[in-house]
């Protein structure tokens, strides 16, 4: 078995070999692009900019964690402010594809922008194997288009350098030990961000309550595990789903979306099988969403769906 120090080792050499001119990366403060970014920098140095793209999209104090990890590791970032452009695009859009298809050419858009600023010649990215795996080509059928796989536009005009391609989480997760890197033990977060727990149309305020129900998940489960009632899942989080029913807060009758908890264990996201999160904890998560969002959310559910056949996230 390859170690981490020699996949580090071979991805610095490649990218030295690969890279002969300015670089640009977007840096999401996820551990893929984090450890692709480290290694860039590591190779190039000052041919690398960094650029976070904060897309509306993100979770709860998001751009402050990202702004400050990647702050930590030494990498020259900047930050670029897009809510409303992300926004304007999706408006309307309900189709998962479509939406994952609009978030990467955005995404590219962007960074052609940046690239002109700097007059970046490459693109660096944290693509790994699952990415590619599930958006499909050749023989394989598209599960779901990763933004920075299948949601690419065809005239992107950057040479892209993926030094993870052949990388599955469990090595990138081991690298990033390796490499120091702080967020090392993040939980897996999707490119195309809450687009992609919110089903149905993106509205800025429909994407704020799934911001505000995927804190409270993830801070019931953290809480939880650190006091010993149960096991940190591998990833966990809430979706947004557009179905109404009735509730009553009060005396009063109101007409809430659903939340649907997700919880998982896995190894490398290609399969997954749903957590075993103890009733308590469901329901204290259950009565904090509901009295948080209220009149917005009246229902929460738990997803007790293996992948396969369900994906880890809903869209």
């Given amino acids: 078995m390859i170690s981490a120090a020699d996949l580090i080792d071979e991805a610095i050499s ?6 002969d001119d300015v670089a ?37 104090n998001e751009t402050e964690d990202v702004q400050r990890v990647l702050s930590e590791l030494g990498l020259n970032l900047t930050t670029v402010h897009a809510a409303d452009r992300y926004f304007e695009a999706l408006k309307g ?59 690419l536009p065809d005239d992107v005009n950057l040479d ?25 033990e993040r939980q897996p977060f999707p490119g195309p961000g809450l687009a992609v727990r919110v089903l149905g149309e993106l509205t800025p305020e429909r994407v704020e309550v799934c911001r505000e129900a995927c804190a409270i ?55 997954a099988r749903y957590s075993l999160i103890p009733h308590e904890i469901l329901e204290k998560i259950s009565i904090r969403v509901t009295n948080t969002l209220k009149g917005d959310v009246n229902r929460v559910v738990y997803d007790v769906t293996h992948k396969p056949p369900g994906t880890i996230e809903w869209e």
């Fill in 160 to 184: 892209i350098v993926e030094p993870l391609r052949d990388c599955y989480k469990d090595e990138v997760r081991e690298m990033a030990r390796e490499l120091g890197i702080p967020s090392s």
């Fill in 217 to 271: 998940v993830e801070e019931e489960l953290e809480a939880a595990a650190s006091e010993g009632k149960m096991e940190l899942p591998w990833q966990y989080f809430a979706a947004l789903l557009p179905v109404r029913s009735v509730g009553v807060h009060g005396d009063v009758r109101v007409h809430g979306e659903t939340v649907v908890i997700r919880a998982v264990a896995s190894f490398d996201g290609m399969s």
């Fill in 14 to 19: 490649n990218l030295k070999e690969s890279i």
């Fill in 24 to 60: 640009i990366i977007a840096c999401s403060g996820g551990i893929d692009s984090s450890v692709a970014a480290t290694l860039a920098n590591r190779a190039v140095g000052g041919l690398l900019h960094c650029v976070y793209v904060d897309t509306g999209l993100m979770r709860k």
């Fill in 93 to 151: 859009v309900t189709d998962p594809e479509t939406k994952r298809k609009i978030i990467g050419e955005l995404f590219i858009r962007i960074f052609e922008d940046e690239q002109k600023k700097v007059g970046a010649k490459y693109l660096v990215q944290g693509t790994i194997a699952p990415d590619w795996i599930e958006s499909g080509g050749g023989v394989r059928d598209v599960i779901k288009s990763h933004h920075n796989v299948g949601g």
